[in-house]
Nanobody, 130 residues
């Protein structure tokens, strides 16, 4: 079992930046695909970004391309989400998730679906003021 803990959320003005971290424990994640999702008030949870086990491939929702960047440090068992040029519509609880199938399964585009993931963190709140 993999435990995930997100951190780095907070309140920021529009145009600002934040870096979210997702620290894993219980098992090394260096063979696993990871993803970030978010849920805004009154809306369903939606995909944000995914990264392959090596970090060599990434995939983003159209709404965040060019502004958010997913990365990972397998030595630290941690995945990151760098968030730049934040907008009020980015306000949400951000969750990280892990697919524990070694080296992933299928194309990275498939990782936009929640069903690909086995374990989830509790989330971290990001609030962007206008």
């Amino acid at each position: 079992q993999v435990q995930l803990v997100e951190s780095g959320g907070g309140l920021v003005q529009a145009g600002g930046s934040l870096r979210l971290s997702c620290a894993a424990s219980g098992h090394t994640i260096n063979m696993y695909y990871m993803g970030w999702f978010r849920q805004a008030p009154g809306k369903e949870r939606e995909f944000v970004a995914a990264i392959s086990w090596s970090g060599g491939a990434t995939y983003y929702a159209d709404s965040v391309k060019g502004r958010l960047a997913i990365s990972r440090d397998n030595a630290k068992n941690t995945v990151y989400l760098q968030m730049n040029n934040l907008k009020p519509e980015d306000t949400a609880v951000y969750y990280c998730a892990v697919d524990t199938h070694p080296y992933g399964l299928g194309s990275i585009a498939g990782y936009k679906y929640e069903k690909k993931y086995d374990f989830w963190g509790q989330g971290t709140q990001v609030t962007v003021s206008s």
